[in-house]
């Protein structure tokens, strides 16, 4: 999944063709705009200090002893007071360090570069307006979490400028297609001549991980990097398409008979998915380092259970339904007893990130192979 290898069999020729096809198209690319209106903090400001400031300025790090993370904590000031003097953006101290010239300048200037002036001109607009925080937000509200349940999906291209990574693909349970993870989509291929049949639109950017369930649903890993994950349980046969491009599209973001269920959203991408081996029970992990484990067909969260000291990039089952293993970027893997909730046994040898784990039919050998190029 993440080392690629060549090989010559029927999924790897249908990677290429749809890589072949995804390369006609273009990607759409955000940048910041100057508001007509007022400027709205959540809107205009919000998005400027995640990109540029959270990174020193979270709840963990508060560098100056200044926590950007919600309107309430950006005006309590960190170390000085209130960076923010409203309706006079020339008197606040944020505009002064975010136009300095000098060693105080924010961000530092050893380490990034100056804001564009466009983007200081909007948080001064904002500020001479009053510094307001827009009506129906809290200002305590966790500014992170705002933005994201705000964000909106971009439509995929209609074709596809560059090639993109293909990180996730599987076969229909009747193998007669294959689901691939495009850009803020999956793709439907036909599986015996390669034809695209089908795209459906997903929020997240990228899939992960696909597993289809025994009721036929899809369930999906995935996420923006650094921005959200979820894992979402889809209906790929439902929905009324749209024709684009000359390819039927349907909308798995807002189609409720398409897009079924979010079974979780965290803070970056869920990048594994496994189904024990009754149906059962659905789990997923990523970059949050939990293991979440849901009850099927339910939806029920069971377990919640965090062990591993960072990314977890393979899970598998054992037959037995109560173990799990999983292999990180922590170097380890691990073996997990859902019963105990907790890690039964940890595997050091790898001393390099875990990429993949496995676990034979009978139960009794768990394989695990990552960047020290070894199978153990
Ligand atoms: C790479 C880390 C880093 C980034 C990115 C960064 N800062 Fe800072 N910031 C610091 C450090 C370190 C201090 C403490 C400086 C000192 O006390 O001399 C600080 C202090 C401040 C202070 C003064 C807080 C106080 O009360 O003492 C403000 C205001 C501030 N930063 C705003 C910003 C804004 C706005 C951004 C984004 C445009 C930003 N910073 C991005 C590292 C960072």
């Known amino acids: 999944m993440f080392n690629g290898s060549r090989c010559c069999c029927i999924l790897c020729a249908l990677v290429g063709l749809a890589l072949a096809w995804l390369m ?86 050893e380490l990034a570069d100056a804001l564009p002036p466009e983007k200081i001109a909007i948080i001064a ?36 400028k560059y090639p993109i990574n293909i990180n996730a693909l599987v076969f229909t349970p009747d193998s007669k297609k294959v689901v691939v993870g495009g850009h803020h989509e999956l793709t439907v291929w036909d599986a015996a001549n390669g034809k695209l049949e089908k795209r ?29 994950g979820d894992v979402r349980i889809y209906n790929i046969n439902a929905g009324k398409p749209t024709m684009i491009g000359g390819v039927p599209a349907i909308d798995g973001v807002n189609d409720k008979t398409v897009f079924l269920q979010e079974l979780v ?54 037959p037995d339904g109560k173990h799990l293993a999983t292999s990180s970027r922590d170097k380890t893997a691990k073996v997990w007893d859902l019963g105990a909730k907790e890690s039964a046994l940890t595997f050091p040898d790898h001393q390099q990130p875990v990429y993949a784990v496995a676990i034979t039919s009978d139960g009794k050998l768990g394989i695990s192979c990552g960047e020290d190029n070894q199978v153990r």
């Open 24 to 109: 006609l198209a273009s990607v759409p690319v955000g940048q910041a705009q100057t508001p007509s209106g007022p400027v709205s903090f959540i809107n205009d400001v919000a998005p400027i200090l995640k990109e540029n400031c959270f990174a020193c300025h979270d709840a963990k790090k508060k560098k100056g002893k200044f926590e950007m993370t919600s309107y309430e904590n950006i005006r309590k000031g960190g170390t000085k007071d209130d960076p923010i003097v409203p309706g006079k953006s020339r008197e606040s101290i944020i505009i002064d360090l975010l136009t300095s010239t000098g060693v105080t300048r924010m961000p530092p200037k």
């Open 125 to 160: 607009r904002w500020i001479d307006e009053g510094a307001k925080l827009d009506a129906g937000v809290d200002a305590k509200a966790e500014l992170v979490r705002e933005l994201r349940v705000r964000w909106k999906p971009p439509q995929p291209p209609v074709a596809y």
């Open 200 to 228: 459906i639109f997903t929020r997240a950017e990228r899939a992960y991980s696909l597993v289809f369930l025994p009721d036929g649903k899809l369930a999906v890993a995935g996420g923006r990097p650094g921005q959200e």
């Open 265 to 318: 959203q965290t803070d970056d991408a869920i990048l594994t998915l496994a189904l024990s081996p009754d149906g059962k029970k659905l789990a997923s992990a990523g970059t949050d380092r939990l293991l979440r484990v849901w009850d099927l067909p339910s939806g029920k969260l069971e377990h919640t259970i965090e062990n591993h000291a960072d990314w977890v990039f393979g899970l598998a089952f054992a």
